[in-house]
């Protein structure tokens, strides 16, 4: 009696809402039995984990801080994944983000002013926005398959970041070490409050403006035709081609935004290694966020606070600090068993004919 | 959750249940931030094998505390979190720290900040950092005498001065005892890869050369010189579990006696800010047992260690001649502590060029 999934004649609105919340349930749980497991008591660690980080004003600025690039580039993808376009290397993009942007005060450390900095985001957009246009030209020129031509990039940019601050944009003063000068005044991102700087602020914005756009505009009817059902959309006069490049510019030019962000205010400097994997985290920031801009923020808020738990996890409990990525795995894991199952169902085949049998589409 | 205990402890000691649990409250707090993982083997795993050392050594007044593979962008907000948890004592053990150590001490003067291998210090920050070169001379010795082929693999990360420094003291070593000597470098520009550290090892192996230095911290190097019947050496920490044939003898940081007398010293009140550089003579770095080597190269490496050890010997004793033919260094004295911090440029003989 093979198993089987079967498409689901109707599809549960209600359900597909209260997805992501169940699967954050299904994590804790599966998070008491961990720390049960490891000896600790499962109240206790899920508190440390993911309440404590939320009593101080310290650690839940810290929160808005870690959650700002992953909302910037979260909600660029939500909006991507939407139209079916499948960019997965913001990584690479915020990157180049970062060296476009670092490159003003690496090639002009004297010059200060809010020019500077303005200067410094529009070059941060620009480096993003291009990468990311080179797998939307392969994909609507050769349909070259998007998945991986912008993933590869990913490496790509990173092996470009570690050439330029190992060899020529090296700090002088650095006695070697493949690190630039580090930024200062109009080369950093003034503070809102306390920890949070500008970047918060962005993303904010970014978020509030692409739910507006794709709630209440034509351009937001356009791309989500143009993922559900692209043949209409052809209909329509909406042009493919068109949607992918958009697409792509957009979460491009916003994973970029963060990249020079994120340099200008928390690292302070171009260094080899300048994110923990935020382009690939936000690839679950905008699923957990239902692919909608809105919901990005708060699925932002809640893989920062897998983060910072993870850290509050090792310094108060003594777990391995690999217990981050495992929530992290286990959440996705358990979001798309969610979404899998609002739209099938299981069934067994009592009979023996198999060919019926239909794949996932 | 955290109130309840700390009442229901409170409780315990005001009712005088338990004098023990009294002074757990009491106990000091000393935290590590690793920059690796403990299980790697190498440079992480010694820093832990410390802060072991200060449990064993200081675990009824001193409670220790660390966070593992700390990212360099993460960091700062990791130190803040150490020192707001209560920390008094903290030590970032890896370069990339350097920065974020010291916004984070400005902002807790009160809380000891130690940060392994940097150069900037502070009224609550001291650096401390060991003579590795020191062991990488006695190693040149050993590689000259025991190659066949005359021909070292090297495999190192970043050229910084540590490793600049550790490569030219093997170079001045080997050339010692045979003055045709000959490294190949591989770098990797990464501290701990395995399997970009095992590539390398086999491309050298290839290459010609019969013995591998690696200035990395994984074990993947020595279990390739292992599986294909060559030698090499330990780096950080003794490896001989994962090549009990191919280890001539490794390299040992061993930082426990520093650890225990800074938490001391903080326990005692007399903590100051400094900037540390053991050696040898000071048992920071010593070499492991010597193994799969005849008794006369045991006895040359032995007496090149106790020299080193009482001062006898200094790995950079003027006039040391450059790759471009320059002489550095008074004749008969030892370099400069500056000179050496700084090193950025190779000795005559290496066959390879620095980023410039």
């Given at each position: 009696?093979p198993?089987?999934?079967?498409?689901?004649?109707?599809?549960?609105?209600?359900?597909a809402?209260l997805?992501?919340?169940i699967?954050?349930?299904?994590?804790l749980?599966?998070?008491a039995?961990?720390?049960?497991?490891?000896?600790?008591d499962?109240?206790?660690?899920?508190?440390v984990?993911f309440?404590?980080?939320l009593?101080?004003?310290?650690?839940?600025e810290q929160?808005?801080?870690?959650?700002?690039p992953?909302?910037?580039?979260?909600?660029?993808l939500?909006?991507?994944?939407t139209?079916n376009v499948?960019?997965?290397g913001a990584?690479?993009?915020f990157?180049?983000?970062?060296?476009?942007?670092?490159?003003?005060p690496?090639?002009?450390?004297?010059w200060?002013?809010p020019?500077?900095?303005?200067?410094?985001?529009?070059?941060?957009?620009?480096?993003?926005?291009?990468?990311?246009?080179?797998?939307?030209?392969l994909?609507?020129?050769?349909?070259?398959?998007?998945?991986?031509?912008?993933?590869?990039?990913v490496?790509?940019?990173?092996?470009?970041?570690d050439?330029?601050?190992?060899g020529?944009?090296?700090d002088?003063?650095g006695f070697?070490f493949p690190k630039?000068i580090?930024?200062?005044g109009?080369?950093?991102l003034?503070?809102l409050?306390g920890?949070i700087?500008?970047?918060?602020l962005?993303a904010?914005v970014?978020?509030?403006?692409?739910?507006?756009v794709?709630?209440?505009m034509?351009?937001?009817?356009?791309i989500r035709?143009?993922?559900n059902?692209?043949?209409?959309g052809?209909?329509a006069?909406?042009?493919?081609?068109?949607?992918?490049?958009?697409?792509?510019l957009l979460s491009?030019?916003?994973?970029g935004?963060?990249g020079?962000?994120?340099?200008?205010?928390?690292?302070?400097?171009?260094?080899?290694q300048i994110?923990?994997g935020?382009g690939?985290?936000a690839?679950i920031?905008a699923?957990?966020?239902?692919?909608n801009?809105?919901?990005?923020?708060?699925?932002?808020?809640?893989?920062?606070?897998?983060?910072?738990g993870?850290?509050?996890a090792?310094?108060?409990?003594?777990l391995?600090d690999r217990i981050?990525?495992?929530?992290q795995?286990?959440?996705?894991f358990?979001?798309?068993?969610?979404?899998?199952l609002?739209?099938?169902?299981?069934?067994?085949?009592k009979?023996q004919?198999?060919?019926t049998?239909q794949?996932a589409? | 959750?955290?109130k309840l205990?700390m009442?229901a402890?409170?409780?315990?000691?005001?009712?005088?249940?338990?004098?023990a649990?009294a002074?757990?409250?009491?106990?000091l707090k000393?935290c590590?931030?690793?920059?690796?993982?403990i299980?790697?083997?190498?440079?992480t795993?010694?820093?832990?094998?410390g802060?072991?050392?200060?449990?064993k050594?200081l675990?009824?007044?001193?409670?220790?505390?660390?966070?593992e593979n700390?990212?360099?962008?993460?960091?700062?907000?990791?130190?803040?979190?150490l020192?707001r948890?209560?920390?008094?004592?903290i030590?970032?053990t890896?370069?990339?720290?350097?920065?974020p150590t010291?916004?984070v001490?400005?902002?807790f003067?009160d809380?000891?900040?130690?940060?392994?291998t940097?150069f900037?210090?502070?009224?609550?920050?001291?650096?401390?950092?060991?003579?590795?070169h020191?062991?990488r001379?006695?190693?040149?010795?050993?590689?000259?005498?025991m190659?066949k082929s005359?021909?070292?693999?090297?495999?190192v990360?970043?050229?910084i001065?540590?490793?600049?420094?550790?490569?030219?003291?093997?170079m001045?070593g080997?050339q010692?005892?045979?003055p045709?000597?000959?490294?190949?470098?591989?770098?990797?520009?990464?501290?701990?890869?395995?399997?970009?550290?095992?590539?390398?090892?086999?491309?050298?192996?290839?290459?010609g050369?019969?013995?591998?230095?690696?200035h990395?911290?994984?074990?993947?190097p020595?279990q390739?010189?292992?599986?294909q019947?060559?030698?090499?050496?330990?780096q950080?920490s003794?490896?001989?579990?994962?090549?009990?044939?191919?280890?001539?003898t490794?390299i040992?940081d061993n930082w426990?006696?520093y650890?225990?007398r800074?938490?001391?010293?903080?326990l005692?009140?007399?903590?100051k800010s400094?900037?540390?550089?053991?050696?040898?003579?000071?048992?920071?770095?010593?070499m492991s047992?010597l193994?799969?080597?005849?008794d006369?190269?045991?006895k040359?490496?032995?007496?090149?260690?106790?020299?080193i050890k009482?001062?006898?010997?200094?790995?950079?004793t003027g006039p040391?001649?450059?790759?471009?033919?320059?002489t550095i260094?008074?004749?008969?004295?030892?370099?400069?502590?500056g000179?050496?911090?700084?090193?950025n440029?190779?000795?005559?003989?290496?066959d390879d060029k620095?980023p410039?």
């Amino acid at each position: 009696m093979p198993l089987v999934l079967e498409k689901r004649a109707e599809r549960s609105t209600r359900m597909a809402l209260l997805s992501p919340v169940i699967a954050i349930a299904l994590t804790l749980i599966t998070g008491a039995v961990l720390f049960a497991i490891r000896g600790i008591d499962p109240l206790h660690g899920l508190y440390v984990y993911f309440v404590e980080p939320l009593t101080l004003m310290w650690s839940v600025e810290q929160l808005i801080v870690k959650a700002t690039p992953l909302v910037l580039i979260g909600v660029g993808l939500a909006v991507c994944y939407t139209a079916n376009v499948w960019n997965i290397g913001a990584e690479g993009q915020f990157t180049m983000g970062a060296i476009f942007g670092g490159m003003i005060p690496v090639l002009f450390p004297a010059w200060q002013s809010p020019l500077t900095l303005i200067t410094m985001l529009l070059f941060g957009i620009a480096g993003g926005m291009g990468w990311a246009a080179i797998p939307a030209w392969l994909k609507t020129r050769f349909n070259a398959n998007e998945i991986l031509t912008s993933l590869m990039l990913v490496y790509v940019a990173q092996l470009l970041l570690d050439w330029l601050v190992r060899g020529p944009w090296r700090d002088p003063q650095g006695f070697n070490f493949p690190k630039t000068i580090t930024f200062d005044g109009w080369q950093l991102l003034p503070m809102l409050s306390g920890s949070i700087h500008l970047g918060a602020l962005f993303a904010l914005v970014a978020a509030l403006i692409l739910a507006f756009v794709m709630a209440r505009m034509l351009k937001g009817f356009e791309i989500r035709v143009s993922g559900n059902a692209p043949r209409a959309g052809r209909f329509a006069g909406f042009s493919r081609p068109r949607t992918i490049m958009f697409c792509f510019l957009l979460s491009g030019g916003l994973a970029g935004l963060a990249g020079i962000t994120e340099v200008a205010s928390v690292v302070a400097q171009l260094q080899p290694q300048i994110s923990p994997g935020y382009g690939f985290t936000a690839i679950i920031v905008a699923f957990l966020g239902r692919l909608n801009p809105i919901g990005a923020i708060f699925a932002g808020l809640m893989l920062a606070l897998s983060y910072l738990g993870g850290e509050a996890a090792q310094v108060s409990l003594g777990l391995s600090d690999r217990i981050a990525k495992v929530f992290q795995g286990i959440l996705l894991f358990y979001i798309l068993a969610c979404d899998t199952l609002i739209l099938y169902r299981f069934r067994w085949l009592k009979t023996q004919v198999s060919a019926t049998v239909q794949p996932a589409e | 959750m955290k109130k309840l205990m700390m009442s229901a402890a409170v409780l315990a000691v005001a009712l005088g249940m338990s004098a023990a649990s009294a002074s757990a409250q009491e106990k000091l707090k000393a935290c590590w931030l690793y920059v690796g993982a403990i299980g790697d083997f190498g440079w992480t795993y010694q820093h832990n094998q410390g802060r072991l050392a200060v449990e064993k050594e200081l675990g009824d007044k001193v409670q220790t505390v660390f966070v593992e593979n700390v990212p360099e962008a993460d960091s700062e907000r990791a130190i803040e979190r150490l020192a707001r948890d209560g920390c008094a004592i903290i030590f970032t053990t890896s370069f990339g720290f350097m920065e974020p150590t010291l916004k984070v001490a400005k902002k807790f003067p009160d809380v000891k900040f130690e940060h392994a291998t940097g150069f900037k210090t502070a009224p609550n920050v001291t650096t401390y950092n060991a003579k590795f070169h020191e062991g990488r001379y006695v190693i040149g010795q050993i590689a000259a005498k025991m190659s066949k082929s005359g021909v070292a693999g090297y495999i190192v990360s970043v050229p910084i001065p540590e490793v600049v420094a550790g490569i030219n003291a093997f170079m001045l070593g080997a050339q010692s005892v045979n003055p045709d000597f000959k490294v190949k470098i591989v770098w990797i520009n990464s501290w701990y890869d395995p399997g970009k550290e095992a590539d390398a090892a086999k491309v050298l192996f290839s290459q010609g050369a019969d013995i591998m230095v690696q200035h990395t911290d994984s074990t993947a190097p020595l279990q390739v010189a292992e599986e294909q019947g060559k030698h090499g050496f330990g780096q950080a920490s003794d490896m001989i579990k994962f090549a009990p044939k191919a280890q001539y003898t490794a390299i040992v940081d061993n930082w426990a006696p520093y650890y225990v007398r800074r938490v001391k010293d903080v326990l005692d009140g007399t903590w100051k800010s400094q900037s540390s550089w053991d050696g040898m003579a000071e048992g920071t770095v010593h070499m492991s047992p010597l193994t799969n080597l005849p008794d006369d190269v045991v006895k040359m490496a032995t007496e090149t260690e106790d020299a080193i050890k009482s001062g006898k010997l200094h790995p950079f004793t003027g006039p040391i001649t450059k790759q471009d033919g320059s002489t550095i260094g008074e004749a008969g004295k030892p370099l400069g502590d500056g000179d050496i911090l700084g090193m950025n440029w190779f000795v005559k003989g290496v066959d390879d060029k620095l980023p410039q």
